[in-house]
């Protein structure tokens, strides 16, 4: 498993594999019960690497088919190494047609020091693969600020992505959790996150790189080339997150599924809905949480913001006029689109408060199923 990655995570385990699938298609069903037969405008299957049990995804997908009417797109995340002939034309088959790799890097030393499964070597055939397959969009996630990596070898990572012909690049830079495991990986035990100059310097030079390139911004961190469909996850409106450790968004109420997968099991099989923590989201603050999520897509399309949130938009309004004076953002008739400046300020204020508040909320979720109460 990826040292590195801060979410809900497990070692795959065969006796709970065949009833956590059951508790998946059970808490489907309640959802159903709850809500009809509603639309689905998009279906996000990740984070984490749902193709490890490609046969019973079949089976997830089918089952929401059956219960909901499904009217968008399909994405999926992947990694390399599950990459075969069968597994695409399986994907395919399921209706996916957006799907993104985990590449991290295409230099076999970072690949080894975050401990990929797999080598530089196969990374080339199977993006290719991919490419070839018939999927609208191909997006690679890449890392950078890798420990002691250089702009050069992080700029030659997104090189070789577009010489690959990929639509999209994701690139993150190396983000260490307090929580997850890198702290008790050796390789990167001493690890710190980058200082904010080498982030900065980093960032403007893969951004710009892209761009030179011909892709463009279209979130804080991903890139993306032409009129194809975006891959995107967290960044609709609303959703439903369904598994342990699952979050879901809806009008006025945020939540979270506990992250046992044992007690997960345990509540959906009895019916019961596996929430763990909720919190009420009152209209300001779902203001600003909309207005975050439309900065990290890079743009507030005005009309949505006024239809969303009419007169009380002032506050942000006021927010706005501050941004653009600090360059953060600039407007025209339709949009308010954040600037390379902007895009990496959001970056910075991700780390500093969002990744406070997932570390403490992910930290205690993971240690306790049904947690009393967390205060972030
Ligand atoms: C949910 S993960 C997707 C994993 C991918 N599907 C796989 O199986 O390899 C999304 C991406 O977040 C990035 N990521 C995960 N943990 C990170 C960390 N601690 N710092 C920076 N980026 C991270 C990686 O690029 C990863 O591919």
Redesign the pocket.
């Known amino acids: 498993m990826?040292p590195?990655?801060?979410?809900n995570k497990v070692e795959y385990d065969k006796t709970l594999a065949k009833p956590y699938l059951k508790a998946i298609l059970a808490e489907i069903k309640q959802y159903h019960n709850r809500l009809g037969r509603i639309e689905v405008p998009s279906i996000y299957v990740?984070?984490?690497?749902p193709t490890n049990l490609i046969d019973e995804l079949g089976i997830i997908i089918e089952i929401i088919r059956d219960n909901f009417t499904v009217s968008g797109d399909l994405y999926i995340?992947?990694?390399p190494s599950d990459i075969n002939d069968e597994s695409l034309v399986k994907l395919l088959r399921y209706g996916f047609s957006l799907i993104?790799l985990?590449v991290?890097s295409f230099n076999e030393g970072y690949l080894k020091l975050i401990g990929r499964d797999y080598t530089a070597g196969i990374l080339y055939p199977a993006i290719s693969k991919v490419m070839s397959a018939g999927f609208k969009t191909v997006n690679v996630?890449?890392?950078f600020a890798l420990p002691g990596q250089t702009i050069k070898e992080a700029i030659s990572d997104i090189k070789r992505a577009i010489e690959l012909g990929v639509d999209q690049i994701?690139t993150?830079?190396?983000?260490?959790?307090p929580y997850?495991t890198?702290g008790k990986y050796l390789k990167l035990k001493s690890v710190k996150m980058p200082d904010i100059v080498t982030r900065r310097r980093m960032y403007k030079a893969i951004h710009d790189y892209c761009v030179v390139n011909g892709f463009r911004r279209v979130s804080v961190w991903g890139f993306k080339r032409g009129d194809l469909p975006r891959y995107s996850s967290v960044t609709r409106e609303s959703y439903i997150g369904l598994g342990a450790g699952a979050a879901s968004y809806l009008p006025g109420v945020f939540y979270f599924n506990t992250f046992s997968v044992s007690e997960y099991i345990k509540a959906s099989l009895a019916q019961r809905l596996p929430v763990a923590l909720k919190m009420e989201v009152s209209e300001s603050m779902a203001m600003y949480y909309w207005l975050y999520w439309r900065f990290y897509d890079t743009y507030i399309p005005k009309r949505r913001l006024r239809e969303l949130f009419g007169s009380r938009d002032k506050k942000i309004r006021r927010l706005l006029v501050l941004a653009k004076a600090l360059g953060l953002c600039v407007q025209d008739e339709e949009h308010i689109s954040l600037t390379e400046r902007g895009a990496f300020w959001l970056h910075l204020m991700q780390n500093y408060f969002i990744l406070n508040y997932i570390n403490k909320v992910w930290s205690l979720a993971m240690k306790e199923p049904w947690p009393e109460r967390v205060e972030i």
């Open positions: 990826c590195y990655c801060p979410y990740g984070g984490g690497t995340e992947t990694t993104s985990g991290q996630d890449l890392m994701t993150y830079p190396l983000f260490t959790f997850s890198v």
